[in-house]
């Protein structure tokens, strides 16, 4: 599929690298070499971004911040030259779907594109079998959106994500290990702060939801 990609690089050499890899897949690659170009296009939504934190005019945790906030549903990965595990929880609680510390090989940021393509925009055979009644909720796993009483509700990636984990395990008991692992793959840090928080996004966004807490462990949809 001809996704369409921003990737947002200071480092003219890397960008033009990583770009050259992701064209070479098919894919319709647009660079920016500062945030205040991209932060110009953020409405008009590519498929993916690729986002460094160190940028010269704009933080990437501000570009994180308002991509986030104007379309949600987008997924976001990204990148570091320092490293920090800071760096990645704040990347990771923001809504970013993959964090990758420099330096790193260009055929790594593909294979990491290619998953989250594959889990964001997959699509089912099955016509019907992508709707399902949750609760109060409307679920449509096509186009990755929640209607309830005829109104949309947006969820970032990772939410949508979750929703997805507690409807596939409804009744199971789910670590904080678990769900991290589930939801962002087993090469994260773990941090309990992360999954507690994303818990409490979806809770607020999706209040008839019926998720209980199981502390000292975790949490389980009933």
């Known amino acids: 599929m001809n996704y369409r990609i921003n990737i947002v690089e200071d480092e003219e050499s890397l960008n033009e690298?990583?770009?050259y890899y992701m064209k070479q897949e098919g894919w319709e690659v647009t660079s920016f070499t500062n945030g205040l170009e991209a932060q110009k296009v953020i409405d008009h939504a590519p498929d993916l971004w690729v986002l460094?934190?160190?940028?010269?005019?704009?933080?990437?945790?501000?570009?994180?911040?308002?991509?986030?906030?104007?379309?949600?549903?987008?997924?976001?990965?990204?990148?570091?030259?320092?490293?920090?595990d800071m760096d990645r929880i704040m990347g990771l609680e923001l809504g970013s779907d993959d964090y990758l510390p420099k330096p790193f090989l260009p055929r790594e940021l593909i294979i990491r594109i290619q998953k989250i393509m594959q889990r964001v925009y997959h699509h089912s055979n099955n016509?019907?079998?992508?709707?399902?009644?949750?609760?109060?909720?409307?679920?449509?796993?096509?186009?990755?959106?929640?209607?309830?009483?005829?109104?949309?509700i947006a969820l970032t990636s990772k939410e949508f994500d979750l929703l997805l984990l507690f409807i596939s395990t409804q009744g199971q008991a789910l670590s904080?290990?678990?769900?991290?692992?589930?939801?962002?793959?087993?090469?994260?840090?773990?941090?309990?702060?992360?999954?507690d928080n994303l818990i409490k996004r979806l809770r607020k966004k999706m209040p008839d939801l019926k998720i209980e807490t199981i502390y000292g462990y975790g949490y389980?949809?009933?």
């Open 17 to 19: 690298i990583l770009a």
């Open 52 to 84: 460094d934190i160190m940028l010269p005019d704009i933080d990437g945790i501000q570009l994180l911040m308002e991509i986030k906030e104007k379309t949600p549903d987008v997924p976001v990965i990204f990148m570091s030259a320092r490293n920090s």
């Open 127 to 152: 016509s019907n079998e992508h709707i399902m009644h949750v609760d109060t909720y409307l679920v449509d796993t096509h186009k990755r959106s929640v209607i309830q009483d005829g109104k949309e």
């Open 176 to 195: 904080r290990e678990q769900i991290l692992e589930k939801v962002w793959g087993n090469d994260y840090f773990y941090t309990e702060r992360v999954v």
């Open 220 to 222: 389980r949809r009933v």
